[in-house]
C-alpha cells in the first residue's frame, strides 16, 4: 500500500515548456487534489476532481490543467511555464464519506521555471 | 470567501506545553482540521473538530468554539521531533464540503 505518490520529485523547467504532473494513490479514493505550497502561503488549492471523469477549479487555477481519466491518478499539467508557477505542489486524496475530511498527501513535486 | 489567522512561528522548550490559536472567518463553516509538516515534508492530518469542545489524541489536543470562529492545537509534553509547521484548516458547507482552505502555517521550533 504506496498511499499516495508523485511524479517526478524534482524539475527543472525553461519558461514557456510544457510538462505534466502524475499523482496516484492506491487507496480507492474519490476525491483528488492539487496543491501549490510557496513561502509563507500555506497550501493553496488549485484544482480537484470528486470522482473519475470531473475536474473542477480552485482557489489558484490559472496556468493549470488536470484530467482525471482513470480514479486512481490525478494529473496536472502545465501548458507553458512561467517563473511565478515555481513552487512545491502536492497531491492528496480523500475518501469520499470521510467525516473528518481527512486527506492524505504525496510527498510533494519541487518545480523550479527558469 | 475563507480566512484563517494563526501566528507564524512559536518557540517553546522540550517537555512545555504550547498553544497553536487559529481564528478564521467562513460563512459556511463545517469543521475545524489540524495539519502537521516537517521541513521538507508532506502535510499529515493531526485532528478534526467538527461541534465545539476538546478532542484529544494522546499528546496532542484541538478546541473549537463555534460561536467564536476559534480554535487551537495543544500540544504536550513537547518533543524535539515535534518541531514542525501546523496548519489549521476549514471546510466550507458552500463549497459542497469537498475542499479545504488552508492556514499560512504556524512554525513551531522546540528547543532543549
Known amino acids: 500500500n504506496a498511499g499516495v505518490t508523485q511524479t517526478p520529485k524534482f524539475r527543472v523547467l525553461k519558461t514557456g515548456q510544457s510538462m505534466t504532473l502524475l499523482c496516484a494513490q492506491d487507496m480507492n479514493h474519490e476525491y483528488m487534489y492539487w496543491y501549490r505550497q510557496d513561502p509563507g502561503m500555506g497550501l493553496r488549492l488549485i484544482h480537484y476532481s470528486v470522482g473519475e471523469g470531473t475536474t473542477a477549479k480552485g482557489e489558484v487555477p490559472d496556468g493549470y490543467n488536470v484530467s482525471r481519466l482513470k480514479k486512481q491518478n490525478f494529473l496536472l499539467g502545465l501548458e507553458s511555464a512561467a517563473p511565478s508557477q515555481t513552487s512545491v505542489y502536492f497531491c492528496a486524496s480523500r475518501e469520499r464519506l470521510a467525516e473528518a475530511n481527512e486527506q492524505f498527501f504525496g510527498p510533494g513535486t519541487r518545480l523550479t521555471v527558469l | 470567501g475563507q480566512s484563517l489567522e494563526q501566528p507564524s512561528e512559536v518557540t517553546a522548550v522540550e517537555g512545555a506545553i504550547v498553544q497553536i490559536n487559529c481564528t478564521y472567518q467562513?460563512?459556511?463553516?463545517?469543521?475545524l482540521s489540524w495539519y502537521q509538516q516537517h521541513d521538507g515534508g508532506a502535510p499529515t492530518f493531526l485532528s478534526y473538530n467538527g461541534l465545539d469542545g476538546l478532542e484529544e489524541t494522546g499528546r496532542f489536543s484541538s478546541f473549537l468554539s463555534r460561536s467564536d470562529s476559534y480554535g487551537y492545537l495543544l500540544l504536550q509534553e513537547l518533543q524535539m521531533k515535534d518541531s514542525a509547521s501546523y496548519f489549521c484548516a476549514v471546510r466550507d458547507i458552500r463549497a459542497g464540503s469537498y475542499q479545504l482552505t488552508f492556514g499560512k502555517g504556524t512554525k513551531l521550533s522546540v528547543i532543549p
Open positions: 467562513t460563512s459556511g463553516f463545517y469543521g
